[in-house]
């Protein structure tokens, strides 16, 4: 079993995941059974990997809790169309939002839902300074 230790936000500490694949994590997706995860052994919940690459098994980022999946995903429902639409350059983005965080900003790194409404309320301001 391959092991490592990753922050996980439900537990709200370093754990240590152990590796998995997408047919324990994702039984009923056969297209996602050979594709690595790491999981959180105390509550469950579970991180990607960035498969497509050379660190196949390197972890997106921090493992989520379903709160914080969620405020990811609506995160990039705002992000994504700001960049991508050529309104402002993805690096400037990611720029703002990291002075707003007071760190380094990725999706993959938010650890609480404080950090997620921070983060979500900067892209709001910033998807209505860019109509």
Same mark, same amino acid.
């Given at each position: 079993?391959?092991?490592?230790?990753?922050? @996980?936000? *439900? &537990? $709200?500490?370093?754990?240590?995941?152990?590796?998995?694949?997408?047919?324990? /994590?994702? +039984?009923?997706?056969?297209?996602?059974?050979?594709?690595?995860?790491?999981? @959180?052994? *105390? &509550? $469950?919940?579970?991180?990607?990997?960035?498969?497509?690459?050379?660190?196949? /098994?390197? +972890?997106?980022?921090?493992?989520?809790?379903?709160?914080?999946?969620?405020?990811?995903?609506?995160?990039?429902?705002?992000?994504?169309?700001?960049?991508?639409?050529?309104?402002?350059?993805?690096?400037?983005?990611?720029?703002?939002?990291?002075?707003?965080?007071?760190?380094?900003?990725?999706?993959?790194?938010?650890?609480?839902?404080?950090?997620?409404?921070?983060?979500?309320?900067?892209?709001?301001?910033?998807?209505?300074?860019?109509?």
């Amino acid at each position: 079993m391959i092991e490592m230790v990753v922050y @996980c936000c *439900e &537990c $709200g500490k370093e754990i240590v995941a152990r590796l998995t694949d997408g047919a324990e /994590i994702y +039984p009923h997706r056969p297209d996602l059974s050979d594709l690595p995860f790491w999981k @959180c052994n *105390e &509550c $469950g919940n579970y991180v990607g990997c960035h498969h497509k690459t050379k660190s196949r /098994i390197r +972890p997106l980022g921090c493992i989520p809790s379903p709160k914080i999946r969620s405020a990811r995903k609506q995160i990039h429902a705002l992000l994504d169309p700001l960049w991508k639409s050529g309104k402002m350059k993805r690096g400037a983005v990611y720029q703002v939002l990291s002075e707003a965080l007071g760190r380094k900003y990725h999706t993959a790194e938010l650890r609480t839902i404080r950090e997620a409404v921070i983060i979500y309320k900067t892209l709001e301001k910033l998807t209505e300074d860019h109509k």
